[in-house]
């Protein structure tokens, strides 16, 4: 009978309805939180079979509908672990399920996320605000290279950072054509400071020595336990026919009498008319300096390519360095952890250094929308979403969080259809009702 049939299909209208409340109900609760889709609702009409012209409406069928692939704004936060998904992508995480030797098991199966709150807990791991821990590939902090294929839950070391003895020194510098100090005159010290002589300069020279040769910089270096020691260069033009400079360095600082205060490096600099350098071929390797006490030996000095020059320059009372640096450092403490526009999470130490640790993987989908939701923002896959694909095209953003995709007015506007509807839905019930006590009432 059609009435009959008007009520059901009037019920599975309130049901619908009802799904569609919950939907945005869950919707307007998640409008908040990090990382969330929003799930909207689909309605589907169910025909009974029968001949065209005896065909009904039928009843309606409530199905929810995920929108993972549906971008959330991305707002910029002052925590540098925090990363937003900007495009394609979710993180891969791992869920915590036991503790072994105070350290944190995790499921077989991994996870994935738009959740991006991540911290770093006791323990060395970063964790978002739903619990999940990050996953990544290693990163050799040598050679910047990444290491292995398959992520594993990122876990940053905290101890110290070794120190580096100095190895390489690079000194590029312009020596002026027309020195103040003019050319040496070996003459005039107690020793031959001259490149293939004595190779020194007396603590009673110090002043012959300072008028006789320019500033030449200063760069600070490092033995293999980090310790630092102040180098100051100048230098001398010992030959000025033949345009040849040679380099010194501050050996002794407290030097006194006829003991060494300054070391020549033991090589004669020659430079061509055009201002460029002819001699030495290359860098200079093996060198050892003695500063204070502290000696640092098989160093080498290069000035890269055509970076020692001698060019007329105003500055005729000092060299005009542009690079005077060192390869060495001394250990450091970690004291911040950050993430690159490339994905690399980066631990900043006390010394300076700045290493790459991880790089964090992006998993796509062939079919996002056919992921299975788990609690705190966290997707399963399925037979239907495929298997994950490493490297999505979306791009990482450090200390940014992606906000849920939910739009209130939206929302709020699907909120009074829904409640119009579920309205018409109802009255088609008391009407129906209404008209069968009118069937009733023909038997009285």
């Known amino acids: 009978m059609g009435i009959y049939s008007a009520i059901s299909t009037a019920v599975s209208g309130l049901r619908a309805q009802s799904s569609a409340l919950e939907h945005i109900s869950g919707n307007i609760a998640n409008s908040q939180t990090i990382g969330y889709k929003r799930t909207e609702t689909n309605f589907v009409d169910l025909i009974p079979d029968a001949a065209p012209t005896r065909q009904a409406a039928g009843v309606v069928l409530a199905s929810s509908r995920a929108t993972n692939e549906v971008q959330g704004n991305i707002e910029s936060s002052d925590t540098d672990t925090y990363m937003a998904v900007n495009g394609d992508g979710f993180f891969v995480v791992s869920e915590k399920v036991g503790t072994a030797d105070s350290l944190p098991v995790f499921a077989d199966t991994d ?105 030449g910089g200063a760069v600070t270096a490092y033995d293999a336990t980090g310790s630092s020691v102040n ?57 050892s300096f003695t500063v204070d006490g502290m000696t640092l030996s098989g160093l080498t000095m290069t000035d890269g390519d055509g970076g020692l020059t001698q060019f007329a320059d105003v500055n005729t009372a000092s060299a005009g360095v542009t690079e005077l640096s060192q390869d060495g450092y001394p250990a450091g403490e970690l004291v911040g952890i950050s993430v690159s526009e490339t994905g690399r999470i980066i631990s900043t130490y006390s010394n300076g250094r700045q290493l790459e640790m991880a790089e964090v993987v992006l998993a796509g989908f062939n079919g996002d929308d056919a992921l299975r939701k788990r609690d705190g923002s966290a997707y399963l896959e399925t037979n239907e979403s495929g298997p994950p694909i490493y490297g999505a095209a979306g791009s990482i953003v450090g200390a940014a969080t992606e906000s849920s995709n939910t739009d209130l007015a939206d929302e709020f506007s699907k909120l009074i259809v829904t409640q119009q509807a579920y309205t018409a839905n109802s009255r088609v019930v008391t009407t129906s009702d209404e008209m069968l006590q009118e069937v009733l009432n023909i038997v009285r």
């Open 111 to 215: 996870l994935y996320t738009r959740r991006g709150d991540f911290k770093l807990d006791k323990d060395g791991y970063l964790v978002n605000g739903a619990g999940y821990y990050l996953q990544g590939l290693a990163v050799d902090s040598t050679t910047g290279n990444v290491s292995g294929s398959v992520p594993t839950p990122i876990r940053i070391d905290n101890d110290f950072l070794p120190a580096e003895a100095t190895t390489q020194i690079t000194y590029r510098a312009n020596l002026p054509a027309s020195p103040a100090s003019g050319e040496m005159v070996p003459g005039d010290f107690a020793t031959d400071p001259t490149a293939g002589n004595d190779e020194y300069v007396t603590a009673d020279d110090q002043d012959t020595f300072i008028e006789q040769s320019i500033a």
């Open 231 to 287: 180098i100051q260069f100048r230098w001398a033009l010992t030959d000025d026919s033949t345009n040849t400079w040679n380099l010194f360095y501050l050996e002794d600082s407290d030097a006194t009498g006829a003991n060494a205060m300054w070391r020549n490096i033991g090589t004669d600099f020659e430079f061509g008319t055009d201002g460029q350098l002819t001699a030495p071929a290359g860098a200079l390797s093996g060198l």
